[in-house]
Nanobody, 121 residues
Framework: QVQLVESGGGLVQAGGSLRLYCAASGTIFSINAMGWYRQAPGKQRDLVAAITSGGSTNYADSVKGRFTVSRDNAKNTVYLQMNSLKPEDTAVYYC???????????????WGQGTQVTVSS
């Protein structure tokens, strides 16, 4: 059984910062990409940022220059540093990871439960 547990969301004023954390636990053989998605009310879930096991990153255009994704492979943890937050960043943020549980034949996507980020104007 694999779990992704997120923390770090909350309420912040526009221009402020938050740091999200997501730790994977359980039976883990290896983790490929990890990342963050977000979903605002009435909208689809979209990619915010992702990072491979080798450290290559990918960002949504709307967050480039403001958000930074990083990971600690030894701790099976991914982080999202969010600076210069805007009201339009308000959403539920979901952690995502492609995890191999017992071998490279047993991989699939896993999702966290989501953490609310609210940016007030």
């Amino acid at each position: 059984q694999v779990q992704l547990v997120e923390s770090g969301g909350g309420l912040v004023q526009a221009g402020g910062s938050l740091r999200l954390y997501c730790a994977a636990s359980g039976t883990i053989f290896s983790i490929n990409a990890m990342g963050w998605y977000r979903q605002a009310p009435g909208k689809q879930r979209d990619l915010v940022a992702a990072i491979t096991s080798g450290g290559s990153t990918n960002y949504a255009d709307s967050v480039k220059g403001r958000f930074t994704v990083s990971r600690d492979n030894a701790k099976n943890t991914v982080y999202l540093q969010m600076n210069s937050l805007k009201p339009e960043d308000t959403a539920v943020y979901y952690c995502n990871a492609y995890i191999y549980t017992r071998s490279y034949y047993s991989g699939r996507n896993y999702w966290g439960q989501g953490t609310q980020v609210t940016v007030s104007s």
